[in-house]
């Protein structure tokens, strides 16, 4: 006797727009085609040694492998204050206890915020090209996205588009810094515009700063808590991922005054309660061991040496290459070699030239395609020149 069917289930979907992320599919092409992998943003070199080894041996050390503190360990939590009381000596050292919240890569801190303090009906104002993680996880707290374009080369907002978006809906604006995927960075005119934008509102920032440590040509580093009239509204999220070259280890943390941060915990001890302890006694040991932070203070010239030896063998080939202020990705128009859609051309790139990138259009809500695909040069020399080598 055959059993009865079940009927379907009807399963009406929270984000029915949204599929694999660009940067997922970018890397499937390039493992399917063999292709030189410039997409997705992670090095293709290994963290500090000394970073290595301090993991291994607390991977063999009784009790560093049950649950950290939700928060994170307080030892971590008080190096990373520590970093930052050096590093932004014009701001008020933040509170190890009651100021920073260890989080499972700056995504799961983003996340966090977004769900303790969007409502549904809030507006976030959103600068784009933006990193596709914004727009779905606000739709997911019932938040309205309301995009202003950065316009290009150089991707710096135009404050009067701003203005105009801004009202008493505005429950949030969302700051990348340096941006992803154009490496443009706020400045202090910047900040102090967005000071007196939110000046008398309730508005509250969210400052993506996981490329912080990587700024070019001398210029200073700016977070938002270190601008007095934006400190106590703003939550700062970094990236050790970033930092120390090891995207896959997913540790990140967010910095807030005390109320804030109370809420941002109030969804991280459901969200992932805490993250690997082993992997947070390493990253402390290395704060702990660097009291000059010579390894965050290197990293600008480190990665300037990599974008411009990149820039050197691109331009050889006749790319027109947009500015490259921060972060570790190079955006490039292909007008000259084709007048195909970007996303066209990327896989073109890719099947054809044996060079995955990613289109830029996948960073714009309405997949605005303005003809530029993003390079990642955090990688090592040879891979750089053989990938220049291709693209030629």
Same mark, same amino acid.
């Given at each position: 006797m055959n059993a009865p069917s079940l009927p379907a289930v009807a399963l009406q979907s929270k984000l029915p727009d949204v599929g694999v992320s660009i940067f997922s599919q970018m890397t499937a092409l390039a493992q399917e085609t063999g292709a030189i992998n410039l997409a997705q943003g992670f090095p293709d070199y290994d963290p500090p040694q000394a970073l290595l080894?301090?993991?291994?041996?607390?991977?063999?050390?009784?009790?560093?492998?049950?649950?950290?503190?939700?928060?994170?360990?307080?030892?971590?939590?008080? =190096?990373?204050? !520590?970093? +930052?009381? *050096?590093?932004?000596? $014009?701001?008020?050292?933040?509170? @190890? %206890?009651?100021?920073?919240?260890?989080?499972?890569?700056?995504?799961?801190?983003?996340? =966090?915020?977004? !769900?303790? +303090?969007? *409502?549904?009906?809030? $507006?976030?104002?959103?600068?784009? @090209? %933006?990193?596709?993680?914004?727009?779905?996880?606000?739709?997911l707290q019932g938040g309205v996205p309301r995009y202003v374009r950065l316009p290009a080369p150089h991707f710096r907002p135009d404050w009067d588009a701003v203005r105009r978006v801004v009202s008493a809906r505005t429950r949030l604006v969302m700051v990348n810094t340096p941006h992803n995927p154009s490496g443009a960075v706020f400045t202090a005119e910047d900040w102090d515009a967005l000071a007196k934008l939110l000046d008398g509102t309730n508005a509250l920032v969210l400052s993506d700063e996981v490329y912080e440590h990587l700024v070019f040509d001398g210029a200073p580093r700016l977070s938002a808590r270190q601008h007095p009239a934006l400190r106590e509204r703003s939550f700062v999220l970094s990236s050790f991922g970033k930092t120390y070259h090891a995207t896959g280890w997913k540790v990140g943390y967010c910095i807030a005054p005390p109320a804030l941060t109370t809420e941002v915990r109030r969804v991280h001890q459901f969200l992932t309660f805490s993250v690997s302890t082993p992997t947070q006694h390493a990253l402390a040991d290395a704060l702990e061991a660097d009291p000059t932070?010579?390894?965050?203070?290197?990293?600008?010239?480190?990665?300037?040496?990599?974008?411009?030896?990149?820039?050197?063998?691109?331009?050889?080939?006749?790319?027109?290459?947009?500015?490259?202020?921060?972060?570790?990705?190079?955006?490039?128009?292909?007008?000259?070699?084709?007048?195909?859609?970007?996303?066209?051309?990327?896989?073109?790139?890719?099947?054809?030239?044996?060079?995955?990138?990613?289109?830029?259009?996948?960073?714009?809500?309405?997949?605005?395609?303005?003809?530029?695909?993003r390079f990642c040069f955090a990688k090592e020399t040879a891979t750089l020149e053989a990938a220049a080598q291709r693209l030629r």
């Open positions: 080894e301090s993991l291994a041996r607390h991977a063999r050390t009784p009790g560093h492998h049950q649950y950290a503190p939700m928060p994170g360990l307080p030892r971590l939590r008080e =190096a990373i204050a !520590a970093q +930052v009381a *050096r590093l932004q000596p $014009e701001a008020p050292a933040p509170d @190890p %206890a009651t100021e920073i919240t260890v989080t499972a890569g700056a995504t799961e801190a983003l996340y =966090a915020v977004l !769900a303790a +303090v969007v *409502r549904p009906g809030d $507006e976030v104002l959103v600068f784009e @090209p %933006a990193y596709d993680l914004y727009g779905p996880a606000i739709r932070d010579a390894h965050a203070r290197g990293l600008s010239g480190f990665y300037q040496e990599k974008r411009d030896l990149f820039r050197h063998l691109l331009l050889d080939g006749g790319w027109d290459l947009l500015p490259v202020p921060g972060g570790y990705f190079q955006l490039a128009r292909y007008d000259a070699f084709s007048p195909a859609s970007d996303l066209a051309f990327a896989q073109f790139l890719a099947r054809e030239k044996g060079v995955a990138v990613v289109p830029v259009s996948a960073f714009y809500h309405d997949g605005y395609d303005e003809g530029l695909i």
